[in-house]
């Protein structure tokens, strides 16, 4: 089948608008997409589902790690917001600076 008359192909072309969101929105998803997960953890071991706890360890495993790259994010997004507003306190820098002369 043809790229142009596969259904396939055509909605993949289809360009969805993306949803706009904040960092302490997507903290709070990711939140609870942990809690959930820890919970089908639990459950799975309790029936000693041993593709259920692979699967639930495999996907705690992919959340946390997001949850470290968002938790990053949020720390650097404040730390870039104070070191504005010092920068909006303090005169501009010279270019004509002794330093940049030489």
């Known amino acids: 089948m043809k790229e142009s008359t ?3 192909y055509s909605i993949l072309k289809i360009k969805k ?3 706009k969101g904040t960092v302490s929105g997507a903290e709070i998803r990711i939140w609870r997409a942990i809690s959930a997960n820890v919970e089908r953890l639990d ?3 309790m029936c000693r589902d041993d ?3 692979h699967k639930a360890s495999f996907a705690l495993s992919q959340l946390l790690g997001t949850w ?3 938790c990053q994010a949020s720390e650097l997004e404040a730390r870039v917001t104070i070191l504005e507003a010092k920068l909006e306190q303090q005169q501009p820098v010279s270019t004509t600076s002794r330093r940049l002369a030489r």
């Open 6 to 8: 596969n259904p396939y």
């Open 17 to 19: 608008p993306r949803a």
């Open 43 to 45: 459950q799975a071991m």
């Open 51 to 53: 593709m259920g706890i």
């Open 68 to 70: 470290l790259r968002l």
